[in-house]
Nanobody
Framework: QVQLVESGGGLVQAGTSLRLSCAASGRTFSSYTMGWFRQAPGKEREFVAALRWPGGHTFYAESVKGRFTISRDNAKNTVYLQMNSLKPEDTAVYYC?????????????????WGQGTQVTVSS
């Protein structure tokens, strides 16, 4: 069983930055593919970024490529999402997800474990 707790959300102005954190329980955190998803009001949940295990390959949605960076600190059992040059359309609840099995396509929502989410609001 893996528990995920997101933090770092808030209200910011467009053009600024935020770093989201996702703290995970479990001794084998380093062997999980980690993903970030978001859901805006009235919209479906969408993929944002993923860091696949094994290999460490990263994946990004086109809408955030070049602005967001996913990373992990296995010693701290934490995955991060650095968000730069934020836009109002980035406003959403951001969810962290984890999957132990190999994911050929980490951009899909086929993750076993999910956090409760953290709100990010970007004002114009």
């Amino acid at each position: 069983q893996v528990q995920l707790v997101e933090s770092g959300g808030g209200l910011v102005q467009a053009g600024t930055s935020l770093r989201l954190s996702c703290a995970a329980s479990g001794r084998t955190f380093s062997s999980y593919t980690m993903g970030w998803f978001r859901q805006a009001p009235g919209k479906e949940r969408e993929f944002v970024a993923a860091l696949r295990w094994p290999g460490g390959h990263t994946f990004y949605a086109e809408s955030v490529k070049g602005r967001f960076t996913i990373s992990r600190d296995n010693a701290k059992n934490t995955v991060y999402l650095q968000m730069n040059s934020l836009k109002p359309e980035d406003t959403a609840v951001y969810y962290c997800a984890a999957e132990r099995a190999f994911l050929a396509s980490p951009t899909t929502g086929k993750y076993t474990y999910w956090g409760q989410g953290t709100q990010v609001t970007v004002s114009s």
